[in-house]
């Protein structure tokens, strides 16, 4: 923000006030104007649908395919089921969009947080929010707080690990770009290099073919996988958040998108009036405690 010039100490009361006043005028608007009033609805910012879209009239929502359960359901995010589908047209809906007015696109995960002009709106595919990231996006308020999970082969020596300790001489996997390879490279420090994905479905495979002792993926998805797709392997545990803050999935938008305020408050007002919890409820019950890896 540009200085505001302060008129001479020796001149009149007057045009002191005046000038003040043309300041304050001209100031931009504080983000708390942008913020969601107690009726939960955008503010006066926020025009519900009629916001600056990629394509007037609509909202287009972007995630990778494929779309992995629990956050999709049956790999299509336009059905409405699973917890991501059903966050985004909840967070659409908050902004004067119905399902009609939706528009999915299919988005690499790397791509949507990467430096560049969006072709999406905003973006669901559980991206956790970050510093390094925040450099090349904007982000909305996190949706959901999340940890990281081990999951290996029942019965295999990574199976059998008690501690991050246990962790460091076997070979573990993850996806590209994810925290979870973060946590791999940051927290585990394993003495061999983690085997890195493009996909989690890769990752999944090397798991059950013994490419790999075991693979870190985001705690509701770990459940997922050892209850339906490799049901030969289990949760060895969960890793605890690193220092005070919470690691949290946001939605990504253009840096510095003028929807970003919105859609913020539109996460805000669902997360006040409970919406939040209970589509977490009903779509990811199954993500309960798991031991935790110290």
């Known amino acids: 923000m540009r200085s505001v010039h302060r008129a001479p100490r020796r001149a009149v009361a007057a045009v002191t006030v005046a000038l003040l006043a043309t300041a304050v005028a001209c100031a931009p608007q504080p983000e708390e104007d942008t913020a969601t009033g107690p009726s939960g609805s955008p503010g006066n910012g ?35 089921e699973g917890f991501e589908s059903a ?40 991206v956790s929010v970050s510093d390094e990231r925040r450099k090349a996006v904007d982000f909305s308020a996190g949706y959901y707080d999340v940890r990281q999970a081990v999951i290996a082969l029942k019965g295999s020596k990574a199976a059998k690990a008690k501690s991050v300790a246990d962790l460091k001489d076997v070979t573990l996997g993850a996806q590209v770009g994810t925290t979870s390879l973060r946590y791999i490279e940051d927290v585990v420090r394993p003495e061999r290099p ?6 989690n479905d890769q990752a999944k495979s090397a ?22 797709e490799v049901t030969d392997a289990e949760i060895v545990g969960q890793f605890e958040n690193r220092g005070s803050a919470r690691e949290q ?11 970003t305020g919105c859609v913020t408050a539109a996460v805000e007002a669902l997360r006040r009036d409970g919406t939040l919890a209970e589509l ?13 890896l110290k």
Do not use: M
């Not at 002792?213 to 998805?221: G, S, W």
């Open 46 to 80: 926020c025009v519900q649908g009629e916001l600056a879209t990629k394509t007037p009239g609509r909202l287009t929502i972007a995630t990778d395919e494929p779309a992995y359960e629990p956050w999709f359901r049956d790999g299509d995010p336009a059905s409405g």
């Open 194 to 199: 983690a085997a890195v994905y493009a996909r």
């Open 249 to 259: 999935f946001g939605l990504v938008l253009d840096k510095g998108s003028a929807l």
């Open 87 to 126: 966050v985004a047209y909840a967070v659409a809906e908050r902004l004067g969009y119905g399902k009609g007015a939706v528009v999915w696109q299919r988005v690499p995960f790397n791509k949507a947080f990467a430096p560049g002009a969006k072709t999406f709106d905003f973006d669901i595919n559980q």
């Open 280 to 292: 977490e409820q009903r779509w990811l019950s199954d993500a309960v405690d798991a031991p935790v």
């Open 207 to 228: 798991l059950r073919n013994g490419q790999v002792d075991a693979v870190v993926t985001d705690l509701p998805t770990a459940f997922y996988i050892t209850a339906a």
